[in-house]
């Protein structure tokens, strides 16, 4: 390199530089050094507001953001990393489609050629045995959220759970489908929106005693912080299912309230309070809906709305038992 370019190189000023120098000067008209640039890119001085320059090179994005998720959206630097997937997303992807960039089919020998390049590729996503646990395991907890209905937040939740679950060793002599499974149901309550065993059973590829057992055990191992489901965090979703009011739904809510300061849900299950208290609201504000109906929508049997709803209202001031 000659001395002419590395001259020219020592003089050339970064951004931040060329704010700092111009910020750093004395205005001409008061003699002021309150300078400053505003968003237009002009300096100028607070004092007397004389603008001392303008057009200044705006080396940032064309976009403006007002929020992080807002920021996150418009950037185009790439996906931002995630734990559900087994490299957080940091690798590439060969598309399944054989059309070039201008949506022209390939010929045989570039689709062969493809095909193996995809092969070669998806093996080095998964170098060793662990890898292609992590990876089976975050398909698995995505499957059985879509199912659910959970948002990404749980998804991102249970696949950190998993992951802790997968450094602390406590996946010999279990099932990976298990343990994926009780890491969505810890994931769910944690997050406040739980979905009973029997959901989670549905959707799950292994029986509900190894759920629950499984759960127990990753829970205690990892000192999970959950705390007992709420029954009114099932009271949205009941209620939405059947098509009920707001007002119903407060009305099941209150329902709740008042037999959880009288200690009739101790020892009840949460599912099954909420579920009666959905039913008994409908029918104190006279809305149509049947014990069946909120049987298929809550996957409880009708038994066990009967017995909570007499009770429900039993424990309700000045309500006697239909």
Excluded at 20 to 34: A, I, M, R, Y
Excluded at 151 to 162: D, F, G, L, Q
Excluded at 279 to 308: F, G, M
Aim: charged share 30%.
């Amino acid at each position: 390199m000659s001395d002419q370019t590395t001259q020219r190189l020592s003089k050339t000023k970064t951004p931040e530089e060329e704010t700092n120098e111009s910020v750093g000067q004395q205005c001409p008209e008061c003699e002021s050094e309150d300078i400053s640039v505003t968003d237009v890119g002009e300096t100028v001085c607070e004092s007397c507001g004389l603008v001392l320059g303008e057009d200044l090179v705006d080396r940032g994005p064309e976009w403006r953001a007002f929020n992080p998720q807002d920021k996150q959206e418009k950037s185009r630097v790439g996906a931002p990393t995630t734990n559900t997937m087994h490299d957080k997303g940091l690798s590439t992807n060969i598309d399944w489609r054989n059309r070039d960039a201008y949506g022209n089919a390939l010929s045989s020998r570039q689709r062969q050629r493809m095909d193996r390049l995809r092969k070669w590729n998806e093996r080095f996503r998964t170098r060793d045995s662990r890898e292609r646990n992590l990876k089976q395991a975050l398909g698995e907890i995505d499957r059985m959220s879509s199912a659910l209905g959970l948002p990404k937040n749980v998804r991102e939740t249970a696949s950190v759970i998993y992951r802790r679950a997968l450094e602390e060793d406590l996946l010999p002599g279990r099932s990976i489908e298990g343990v994926s499974t009780a890491c969505v149901y810890a994931a769910a309550r944690q997050a406040g929106m739980p979905r009973s065993l029997d959901e989670i059973t549905e959707v799950s590829r292994v029986e509900k005693s190894e759920i629950a057992r499984t759960y127990r055990y990753v829970a205690r191992e990892l000192k999970l912080e959950v705390k007992p489901a709420d029954p009114e965090s099932y009271v949205p979703r009941f209620a939405s299912g059947l098509g009920l009011s707001e007002e119903a739904e407060q009305r099941a809510r209150s329902l709740l309230q008042n037999a959880k300061s009288k200690g009739v849900h101790s020892g009840k299950s949460p599912v099954g309070l909420a579920a009666a208290a959905v039913y008994a609201a409908a029918l104190l504000t006279n809305e149509k809906t049947t014990q069946s109906a909120v049987s298929e929508v809550a996957d409880i049997s009708e038994v066990t709305i009967r017995n909570r709803y007499h009770e429900l209202l039993e424990a309700e001031e000045g309500i006697g038992v239909a």
